[in-house]
């Protein structure tokens, strides 16, 4: 089975702070994606990757940044932290081709920002 | 451009009772058409998915959803709700298989099973 883990189920931060979500996939995927998923809005694209040290901006870019050193590995990363921030964080993974199609998602990770 | 649109974002039945969740899309080209389910402190599983095959589509847990191109509907139903079935719903939209696909999801249903 594909699984795909993310470093914390739970994190609470102060404003300002720098903040990196980690999520690891073990199936050689060559595409990942992070979400935000807060209610009412269904879930929304931030970034995805199509390939190592490769990026592209989804919906809602604005106050994050990505990496991607290893092709398992996808960081999200909150420069300065805010707020609004406050939401769960869904990584996912997808087979070459068909991130239209099948993706994979983690656990989640709750974010709260004090 | 594609969209997404679940009808209730709570919907609540009997336990044995019908469970019908609605979903109405919107797409320029012909659409994949997924359903999601997401149990609490859980990441999303995908429950089912149309890919232009037949318009009938089954999934886990005893789910199913419809194609109907000319109401542009996906509705999710399974003819007996059951408690472990309380969860997040997502309806999603996207155009094809290919790196650049995206997948669009709805607003998210929750649903709530009363004994």
């Known amino acids: 089975d594909v699984k795909v883990t993310q470093s914390s189920r739970y994190l609470v931060k102060r404003t300002g702070e720098k903040v990196f979500l980690e999520c690891v996939q073990d199936m050689d995927h060559e595409n990942m994606f992070w979400y935000r998923q807060d209610p009412g809005l269904g879930l929304r694209l931030i970034y995805f990757s199509y390939d190592v040290k490769m990026k592209e901006k989804g919906d809602i870019p604005e106050g994050y940044s990505v990496s991607r050193e290893k092709k398992e590995r996808f960081s999200l990363i909150l420069e300065s932290a805010s707020t609004n921030q406050t939401s769960m964080y869904l990584c996912?993974?997808?087979?070459?081709?068909?991130?239209?199609?099948?993706?994979?998602f983690g656990p989640g990770t709750r974010l709260t920002v004090l | 451009a594609q969209s997404v649109t679940q009808l209730g974002s709570h919907v609540s039945v009997s336990e044995g009772a019908l469970v019908l969740l609605r979903c109405n899309y919107s797409s320029s080209v012909p659409p994949y058409l997924f359903w999601y389910v997401q149990y609490p402190n859980q990441g999303l599983q995908l429950l089912l998915k149309y890919t232009s095959a037949a318009t009938l589509v089954k999934g886990i847990n005893g789910f199913e959803a419809e194609f109907k191109k000319s109401e542009t509907s996906f509705h999710l139903t399974k003819p007996s709700a059951h408690m472990s079935d309380a969860a997040e719903y997502f309806c999603a939209v996207s155009h094809g298989y290919s790196s650049a696909s995206k997948i669009i999801f709805g607003s998210g249903t929750r649903l709530s099973i009363r004994p």
């Open positions: 996912a993974s997808s087979f070459p081709g068909t991130s239209g199609l099948w993706q994979f």
